[in-house]
């Protein structure tokens, strides 16, 4: 599984470093810790036609999703 | 979609709430401004001795904690910090540096837009050259590096200070200064502006409402959902305008504002440019600064630290057109933040 380590970083490096990761196919496991990152990365999946998969630990979020 | 909804409901509100306050005494196209009322504080602090602009605006303490419930209501209150926070604090004092040259936070400047005056047009232009020019610093990996999480008690601090300052004004008002002619001495009544500013910071709390994000997403993802609030605030205090008869079409005579085109372009440039290092305009970073994120409060100290500077220093604008000093203060300014941008840039954060 790829992992792009998003955490700390603020609006718009979420999202860039998610969307540079996933050109290629592949499983991707990407790690963001606000609520305004989770929101926008969640959303641009979808929008990509991709199910994102998130699962919250404490302050932590974890978005997975399979580009294939 | 339902986030673009949430926007367009916010950008509206705002833009009402902003015209209401108009009409209940704040200056005209200045409902709402979070660059000037912030230089108001200041002033009312005594932090600057503009005796025109001084007055403790309740409309920021409000939007601060507005924004502070909101997060902590829906589990979102998280103090975090350190990512290069002194940097940002520079960021924020030379973004206050170039709002005063052109007399606005990108907020107030939708509003001039809305009140039908022209140079905030020839403002928004070069508000969107900073953006681009933010841009192509962010595609070249530009980044202020990582947050941490930090002691509860660190991000509750800017809160916990607004209401004391909110007490204070209230049971000791003779320790600050209010201006008694020009533009501080306008004000809607305390109760309803305090109420204005807790409205917003719920709204911009809850939709992520942010005037320089909107532009930036559009350009670099192509999408237009933080666009939509900004759309919205426009159209609404644009019919607000309308009905009220605040609306006047041109380049001159426009209230708290001056037709020097060049500098009221370059004074946005570095607004729009310094947002997009900073990751967002000043109304988000106060929004931000209430939420718990402690390097948006360094930013607003810069706000603070800026608007002061501006004053004592004789870089902010009046209706009269920019000033000499201004004019060297926003071309340093903008040679600070290609530095500041250059330096951050090129080293990708490890993922």
């Known amino acids: 599984m790829n992992k792009v380590d998003a955490r700390g970083l603020s609006c718009p490096e979420p999202l860039l470093l998610t969307q540079a990761a996933l050109g290629k196919k592949g499983t991707y496991q990407i790690l963001v810790d606000n609520h305004t990152a989770k929101e926008r990365v969640v959303a641009y999946i979808q929008e990509m036609g991709l199910e994102a998969k998130l699962v919250t630990n404490h302050d932590e979020y974890e978005i997975i999703v399979t580009v294939e | ?351």
């Open chain 2, 1 to 351: 979609m339902k986030e673009k909804r949430n926007l367009i409901i916010a950008g509206a509100v705002i833009g009402m709430i902003a015209v209401v306050l108009v009409y209940l005494g704040n200056p005209k196209n200045m409902g709402f401004c979070t660059a000037c009322f912030i230089r108001d504080t200041a002033g009312g602090l005594g932090l600057h001795q503009a005796g025109i602009v001084q007055y403790i605006r309740p409309e920021i303490i409000g939007m601060i904690l507005g924004a502070f419930l909101a997060a902590f209501g829906f589990k979102e209150f998280q103090s975090k910090g350190g990512s290069s926070p002194f940097t940002r604090f520079v960021l924020g004092f030379l973004v206050m540096i170039g709002a005063l040259m052109f007399l606005g936070c990108p907020l107030r400047m939708i509003l001039r837009l809305a009140g039908g005056d022209l140079n905030a047009l020839v403002g928004l232009i070069g508000f969107v050259v900073g953006i681009s020019v933010g841009i192509f610093f962010l595609k070249r990996g530009f980044s202020l590096k990582r947050t941490y999480i930090q002691p509860k008690a660190e991000g509750l601090i800017f809160p916990i200070i607004q209401v004391i300052l909110l007490l204070l004004v209230i049971l000791f008002p003779v320790l600050f200064l209010f201006s008694t002619q020009g533009p501080g001495s306008m004000h809607a009544p305390f109760l309803y502006s305090l109420l204005g500013g807790l409205a917003v910071g719920v709204l911009a709390q809850r939709t992520r409402f942010c005037m320089a994000g909107g532009i930036r997403d559009l350009f670099l993802f192509k999408n237009m959902t933080l666009l939509t609030g900004f759309l919205a605030l426009l159209v609404a205090a644009l019919i607000g305008n309308l009905i009220f008869g605040y609306f006047s079409f041109g380049f001159t005579e426009q209230p708290i504002a001056h037709s020097d085109g060049l500098w009221n372009f370059l004074g946005m440039m570095v607004v729009g440019f310094g947002s997009v290092l900073l990751g967002g305009c000043p109304l988000r970073q106060t929004i931000l600064a209430g939420e718990g994120n402690t390097d948006s409060v360094m930013t607003f100290l810069g706000f603070l630290a800026g608007a002061a500077s501006a004053h004592n220093f004789k870089l902010a604008s009046s209706a009269e057109g920019p000033t000499a000093n201004g004019q060297i203060a926003v071309v340093a300014a903008l040679i600070i933040l290609f530095a500041i941008a250059l330096i951050y840039s090129g080293k990708k954060v490890k993922s």
